[in-house]
């Protein structure tokens, strides 16, 4: 997919919450679908605006999927750098927030972002670097935190964050893709308590039984 991006405008207040309500529609209904499976009549419909209202904001397609991966991982790293990963009581929060939203879901949807790599890393260059920009930056944020985690000495002093952090995304991207696959968010819970059992020892994040087999 290719997309001439529309010129950069100010929007007002009220064009702002517009556009932002599209994309979230936009967000919701791939999450959910996949990007194939929504139109733009699907996501004029969830999100109430006129077909002119849509064009607008995005030439086409293309142009709002890539706003949508923008806001999926502007979320994503939001949320991560909140939580406070420089503390063993954030890293723990972290933990169960994420296990508690594959929970919620049981499994379905995978990961926000990686969902949209798998779909698009073949097919669209663009979405690809977007995507990889936007791992690039979660990946940083765990980072950060554990960079801190280790100078409290929660974290052995051998351990390199910037690896961990690495490995921490591939394990979580591997679970929520078995926990979709088999609607098991169990499988998501068992790869990150015993990655953080390996890296972190007793100090490490698990704060709940695992779910009653």
């Not at 991006?5 to 929007?11: K, M």
């Not at 706003?67 to 954030?90: F, H, P, Y």
């Not at 723990?92 to 949807?109: F, H, K, P, S, T």
Request: aromatic share 4%; glycine share 10%.
């Amino acid at each position: 997919m290719v997309s001439t991006p529309r010129p950069a405008t100010r929007l007002t207040p009220k064009g702002q919450r517009t556009r932002a309500r599209i994309v979230d529609a936009a967000a919701e209904l791939i999450h959910e679908r996949g990007v194939a499976g929504t139109t733009l009549e699907d996501v004029k419909a969830a999100a109430q605006v006129s077909g002119s209202q849509l064009y607008h904001y995005f030439a086409d397609k293309d142009a709002l999927v890539q706003s949508v991966i923008e806001r999926q991982a502007d979320v994503i790293v939001r949320t991560t750098e909140r939580a406070g990963l420089d503390t063993v009581n954030g890293l723990r929060a972290w933990r169960d927030l994420v296990i508690a939203e594959a929970d919620r879901a049981d499994g379905q949807g995978g990961c926000p972002l990686g969902s949209l790599g798998g779909q698009l890393a073949e097919s669209d260059s663009r979405a690809r670097a977007q995507v990889a920009a936007g791992f690039g930056r979660w990946s940083t944020a765990i980072g950060d935190g554990l960079a801190a985690l280790r100078d409290t000495g929660a974290l052995p002093p051998e351990v390199n964050p910037d690896d961990l952090a690495v490995t921490l995304l591939a394990t979580l991207q591997g679970g929520l893709l078995l926990a979709q696959v088999q609607r098991d968010p169990r499988i998501l819970e068992t790869a990150l308590d015993t990655l953080f059992a390996l890296a972190v020892g007793r100090a490490g994040p698990c704060s709940r039984p695992a779910h009653a087999r």
